[in-house]
């Protein structure tokens, strides 16, 4: 039985002004993405790889065309229902951690089950970062926690309310080569463990090819890359 889709993009176009003139950075991009695949978006510096994950998960919008989360088209939501969205069916991990510097790893995990309404967001916050070998990091601050320690942290805040969908924009990008490799072994273990979907955007072709399928951003559209090495 084909599994339904987790993620449809339908002739999306985003275009946008650089010095009074029009660039094109997607064109009639088509792409689908089945529940529970994992699938790696590679492509040069400025390809639109960073643009193309944020109109998937509704950050920003297209120009033209259409996305589909679940089957449900983003576009007539609002800012407010698309942020509801994200809450409920989708995790986050960036190449710059994005953690709230003012609070500690704790409560930075525990802030999407809180806007999610979950009243065990404090116990399923302390296991998930358990589950990356931080229970004796909780009360620390980013600033107190290396590089690793604070991806791990962000890695933990997007797995911690079980979305469906994971984005994932160059996750090791700002970390060492050996300090990567145990943070992606920990990605893909948390995502064979849950069964997310996980979009994973990198310029590691290495990295690119754990990924059921690998995609690459060519002119503005998707191009399926076969025996990368």
């Not at 926690?145 to 990008?173: K, W």
């Not at 990295?207 to 399928?213: I, T």
Request: aromatic share 4%.
């Amino acid at each position: 039985m084909q599994k339904p889709l987790a993620v449809e993009a339908v002739k999306l176009d985003k275009h946008v002004n650089s010095n009074g003139n029009p660039l094109v950075i997607l064109s009639g991009l088509d792409l689908a993405i089945a529940a529970a695949e994992r699938i790696a978006i590679v492509g040069s510096s400025g390809s639109g790889k960073s643009t193309l994950l944020g109109l998937l998960a509704g950050l920003d919008n297209p120009t033209q065309g259409k996305v589909l989360i679940q089957g449900q088209d983003i576009a007539p939501l609002d800012e407010d229902g698309r942020a509801a969205l994200r809450a409920r069916s989708m995790g986050f991990v960036f190449q710059s951690f994005q953690l709230l510097p003012t609070l500690t790893a704790l409560e930075n995990v525990m802030l999407p089950l809180q806007l999610a309404g979950r009243d065990d967001a404090k116990s399923q916050a302390m296991a998930a970062l358990e589950r990356v070998g931080l229970a004796h990091r909780l009360s620390h601050y980013p600033r107190h926690l290396s590089g690793g320690e604070q991806q791990r942290v962000a890695i933990a805040r997007a797995f911690a309310p079980r979305p469906a969908i994971l984005f994932a924009d160059e996750p090791t990008g700002n970390l060492d080569a050996a300090t990567g490799e145990n943070i992606i072994e920990l990605l893909f273990a948390l995502n064979a463990e849950s069964g997310t979907t996980l979009v994973l955007v990198t310029h590691d072709l290495k990295l690119a090819n754990r990924c059921g399928r690998v995609l690459s951003l060519q002119q503005g559209r998707i191009v399926e890359l076969e025996g990368v090495a």
